[in-house]
């Protein structure tokens, strides 16, 4: 998993990197269009497309039934039912390509999210970086609201200011510091811990504009399957180290949905991927 999401933050960052100073509306419709295609080349591919077909043919057929006979109650109630198993049936039939199609959009909606779905901070703005520490061994942990401080130091690079001392909370195992970006860009925070070295990414964003819709990441987590399949945007922290996870906390951002007003991201997608399949499912020779 760690060597597919590498991979594909290579991919995504190339491919989305000549879109980083455009409204994220364009590259979200783009990849939008591409994934409706894709849905609907998945659909011809795996799905029972006469037997598709022919469920729609008779739900529409039973629909008549409820229309014209709308004055006979026993009529109308045998129409519904054979409605509602007619739509029982659509939804088995559509399972298959459903199914074909899940991991490849977690994937995509996955490395998406880390483009578009945050904010960077700004020149002067202040954040939080918190480490959580991996659970004390029971000899050790002396009690919750004892356990001592352990050694965990934060090297903060040029243009990014820590502003306080890591404050040790001792119930939740964490260390967290105060920060100010003073600086835009990509940083990299090092976080030092039993001797070992782990860094943290930290966006900027450039008031004067340039490359402002780029890769960010909230979290740095273990190497269990579904954080790795959830948050992709960073290597995995290694399993059985010090550290369970490093976070940074980023506002949740909105893109303009072609002006018309500001949405998350995803449902901007989610919008233009099902326009553009039903658009062009006749094109492709697609019943859905």
């Known amino acids: 998993m760690s060597l597919l999401n590498a991979a594909l933050r290579a991919v995504f960052d190339v491919a989305l990197g000549p879109f980083a100073a455009l409204p994220p509306i364009v590259p979200v419709t783009i990849v939008a269009l591409v994934s409706g295609i894709f849905a609907l080349l998945v659909y011809r591919w795996t799905s029972n497309q006469a037997a598709i077909a022919a469920v729609k043919r008779r739900l529409f057929g039973h629909l008549l039934e409820v229309r014209l006979f709308n004055d006979d109650l026993r009529a109308v109630l045998a129409a519904q039912l054979r409605l509602l198993r007619e739509n029982l049936t659509y939804l088995r039939l559509n399972l298959v390509p459903l199914l074909w199609m899940i991991v490849p959009f977690m994937l995509l909606i996955a490395q998406l999210q880390f ?117 992709p945007a960073e290597p995995s922290l290694p399993r059985g180290g010090p550290i369970e996870r490093i976070d940074v906390q980023y506002g949740t951002a909105a893109i303009s949905f072609f002006g018309l007003f500001d949405v998350h991201w995803l449902i901007a997608f989610l919008i233009l991927s099902l326009a553009f399949a039903f658009a062009l499912r006749n094109r492709f020779g697609v019943t859905l």
């Not at 920060?179 to 860009?185: H, N, V």
């Not at 940083?187 to 004067?208: C, M, N, Q």
């Open 115 to 231: 483009h578009y779905g945050y904010d960077g901070l700004e020149v002067g703005e202040r954040t939080l970086l918190v480490v959580d520490l991996a659970p004390a061994e029971p000899a050790a942990a002396g009690g919750d609201q004892t356990a001592p401080r352990p050694p965990v130091e934060l090297e903060a690079p040029a243009g990014v200011a820590a502003e306080t001392a890591g404050v040790w909370v001792p119930s939740l195992r964490q260390v967290v510091w105060r920060l100010r970006a003073d600086e835009p860009g990509r940083h990299e925070l090092v976080v030092r811990v039993d001797g070992g070295e782990f860094t943290k990414s930290l966006f900027v964003a450039d008031p004067e504009g340039g490359a402002s819709w780029v890769r960010r990441s909230p979290t740095r987590r273990r190497a269990a399957i579904l954080d790795q399949l959830l948050y």
